[in-house]
């Protein structure tokens, strides 16, 4: 079988490595892409610029996939405490490197005969607590993309899929940010790779759009 290649967009440890390891282990060529960490290809995803030449540059003899968007910039703070600049650059981290992103894989995508695009949402994408206003905004905003190109390339054979975290997903970041984390009430990053390489692999007849996850217990 031809190696394929899958692009992970924001990756990092914790989720970004499970889903690297899960599709390792299922055969691809995985292209891990972070603004900054060790064994990571070092692109920033809100420059237009930069996402193409990334795009450009993969492997023709490995076509790709899909892409795994996981982008995530961690804010809170009080609405009248977070400067516009700020409010912006967690809409870019988020948002634009999605519509970056995916404005450079749907056409490479379409050529091959279709793949898969996958965005993770959070909690934030279907309501803003306090404090987490510009957090909200950007993963609403990339609920609504994941959305629209769903529509307006699925029959194409592009399969979009939004996915709803709704809850913690343990790591050593978590236990940093939240004290009252605990791992029985949180999602494993293993398990929640799983589930990515299940929805990647749907046949055509069963696509998810869009899928609500959360650990036992957790809030609906």
């Known amino acids: 079988m ?7 967009a924001g990756s990092s440890g914790g989720l970004g490595q499970a889903i690297q ?33 990334l795009f450009n540059g993969l492997d023709p003899s490995k076509p790709l996939a899909g892409v795994i968007h996981n982008a995530m910039q ?35 995508l379409r050529t091959q005969g279709g793949g898969c695009l996958i965005f993770s949402g959070a909690s934030g994408s279907l309501r803003a607590e306090p404090h987490f206003s510009a957090f909200s905004s950007a993963k609403f905003a990339l ?4 959305q629209g190109l769903a529509r307006e390339h699925g029959s194409e ?3 979009v899929v939004h996915t709803i975290l709704d809850g913690l997903i343990w790591s050593d970041k978590t236990q940093q940010r939240f004290s009252s984390a605990q791992q029985r009430r949180s999602m494993i ?18 696509w998810t759009q869009e899928l609500d996850l959360r650990p036992q217990g957790g809030s609906y």
């Open 74 to 108: 961690f804010h809170r703070s009080a609405f009248l405490e977070t400067e516009p600049e700020t409010f912006e650059q967690v809409w870019r981290s988020m948002t634009l490197t999605a519509v970056n992103v995916a404005q450079q894989a749907i056409p490479l």
């Open 143 to 146: 609920r609504g993309l994941a």
């Open 189 to 206: 990053p293993t398990d929640l790779a799983e589930v990515y390489w299940q929805l990647f692999h749907q046949p055509q007849s069963t």
């Open 157 to 159: 054979g592009i399969h």
């Open 21 to 53: 390891d899960r599709f390792r282990a299922g055969g691809y060529d995985v292209i891990a892409v972070s603004r900054h960490g060790a064994g990571h290809t070092h692109v920033d995803l809100s420059d237009a610029h930069a996402t193409a030449e």
């Open 2 to 8: 031809q190696v394929k290649t899958i692009l992970i």
